[in-house]
């Protein structure tokens, strides 16, 4: 019971920095661990960030990890990622995801639309 729209994609070139913004429908969205996935063209759907509901435990992909940060406020409802020093490889469609069940993600059942980032060199 819950529903989500990713925005703030867009294009920009390497090395610039981009902030996403999942926006969530439903009151337990305090409850939800929170994630982060992108898929591009071609290739297989991969995992980047999750984020436990609490926002105090964050488990983060190698390709990723020290350039892009997940938050969340769950006063508004929404999870960020924060994305620094991109690349052309980063290019792809992202996605967020909610896991209602495991408080630390691991099963994400419900997902965003999605939402283009594109990196020129």
């Known amino acids: 019971q819950v529903q989500l729209v990713e925005s703030g994609g867009g294009l920009v070139q390497a090395g610039g920095s981009l902030r996403l913004s999942c926006a969530a429908s439903?009151?337990?969205?305090?409850?939800?661990?929170m994630g982060w996935f992108r898929q591009a063209p071609g290739k297989e759907r991969e995992f980047l960030v999750a984020i436990s509901w609490s926002g105090r435990s964050t488990t983060y992909a190698d390709s990723v990890k020290g350039r892009f940060t997940i938050s969340r406020d769950n006063a508004k409802s929404t999870v960020y990622l924060q994305m620094n020093s991109l690349k052309p490889e980063d290019t792809a469609v992202y996605y967020c995801?909610?896991?209602?069940?495991?408080?630390?993600?691991?099963?994400?059942?419900?997902w965003g639309q999605g939402t283009q980032v594109t990196v020129s060199s």
């Open positions: 439903g009151r337990a969205f305090s409850k939800y661990a």
């Open positions: 995801a909610a896991d209602p069940d495991d408080p630390y993600g691991s099963k994400f059942d419900y």
